[in-house]
């Protein structure tokens, strides 16, 4: 068993992505209307990226939005756009306080032109934070990650910069939108579900997966440390003995 660092608790992987899954469900147990659970979600991501920081994690990447998520009704989909155009502006505003840095991984060309620009904002302005890196992914979906990896790929080899024989799996990578970023080794997926739902397939291929039974907006602190826990548990070889 590992060592416990200072507070007593197991070290924290370096990178943790959650699918922030459940907040329909938690609205409507409550009689709310869905926009009122993506909220309390939203909050939910402030209280773990804040803990995230606190216990050390470097990256944490979270799924906001996917690229199928299109199909949820005009309400819905306007309402978590509102809620993250906020978010960002709030970012923005506490930028040099809070010293994070932001990537976004998707599409963002289907964004509106506000949202687009305050991602683009957030994310230039932040680069010359080190210490930790939040990735949201927007309009992600790893399918289409990979078709458009492969298509600037092809464009490359195309224009002559590149050649199909010599490329490895460590320069596709750099075509990627997580470029640069080191791969998740703990990927949470909160809210009873027990599937991928097309998050990160290329990143996660050695990934340790822990799904749990609360729903995203009653995700707390405590839930964190158990899938690290869970993660410790784990006996990882890569495929080795
Ligand atoms: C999945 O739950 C969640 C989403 C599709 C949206 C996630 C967005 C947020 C948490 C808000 C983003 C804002 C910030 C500030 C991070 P679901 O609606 O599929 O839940 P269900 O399966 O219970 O219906």
């Given at each position: 068993?590992?060592?416990?660092?200072?507070?007593?608790?197991?070290?924290?992987?370096?990178?943790?992505?959650?699918?922030?899954?459940?907040?329909?469900?938690?609205?409507?147990?409550?009689?709310?209307?869905?926009?009122?659970?993506?909220?309390?979600?939203?909050?939910?991501?402030?209280?773990?990226?804040?803990?995230?920081?606190?216990?050390?994690?470097?990256y944490?990447?979270?799924?906001?939005?996917?690229?199928?998520?299109?199909?949820?009704?005009?309400?819905?989909?306007?309402?978590?756009?509102?809620?993250?155009?906020?978010?960002?502006?709030?970012?923005?505003?506490?930028?040099?306080?809070?010293?994070?840095?932001?990537?976004?991984?998707?599409?963002?060309?289907?964004?509106?032109?506000?949202?687009?620009?305050?991602?683009?904002?957030?994310?230039?302005?932040?680069?010359?934070?080190?210490?930790?890196q939040?990735?949201?992914?927007?309009?992600?979906?790893?399918?289409?990650e990979?078709?458009?990896?492969?298509?600037?790929?092809?464009?490359?080899?195309?224009?002559?910069?590149?050649?199909?024989?010599s490329?490895?799996?460590?320069?596709?990578?750099?075509?990627?939108?997580?470029?640069?970023?080191?791969?998740?080794?703990?990927?949470?997926?909160?809210?009873?579900?027990?599937?991928?739902?097309?998050?990160?397939?290329?990143?996660?291929?050695y990934?340790?997966?822990?799904?749990?039974?609360v729903?995203?907006?009653?995700?707390?602190?405590?839930?964190?440390?158990?899938?690290?826990?869970?993660?410790?548990?784990?006996?990882?070889?890569?495929?080795?003995?």
């Open positions: 068993m590992m060592a416990l660092s200072e507070n007593g608790k197991l070290p924290p992987p370096q990178h943790v992505a959650i699918i922030m899954d459940g907040n329909g469900r938690w609205a409507k147990n409550r009689g709310l209307p869905r926009t009122a659970g993506h909220k309390a979600g939203g909050e939910t991501f402030r209280r773990i990226a804040n803990y995230c920081r606190t216990i050390g994690v470097k944490l990447t979270v799924y906001a939005f996917s690229t199928e998520n299109w199909k949820r009704s005009q309400e819905e989909v306007s309402g978590i756009m509102t809620l993250l155009e906020r978010y960002l502006t709030e970012a923005l505003r506490d930028m040099e306080k809070n010293r994070v840095c932001f990537h976004f991984f998707g599409d963002l060309s289907r964004l509106s032109p506000k949202l687009r620009k305050l991602c683009e904002d957030t994310q230039s302005r932040s680069s010359e934070f080190h210490e930790v939040v990735n949201f992914c927007l309009n992600y979906g790893g399918r289409d990979l078709v458009r990896a492969a298509r600037a790929f092809a464009a490359d080899v195309a224009a002559g910069k590149r050649s199909p024989d490329l490895s799996e460590d320069e596709f990578a750099n075509y990627l939108d997580s470029a640069g970023v080191p791969d998740p080794e703990l990927v949470i997926r909160p809210s009873g579900e027990m599937r991928t739902s097309n998050f990160l397939p290329w990143q996660t291929a990934s340790e997966f822990v799904f749990m039974n729903l995203w907006p009653d995700f707390r602190p405590e839930d964190l440390d158990a899938a690290i826990e869970e993660y410790h548990r784990r006996n990882r070889r890569f495929g080795g003995a």
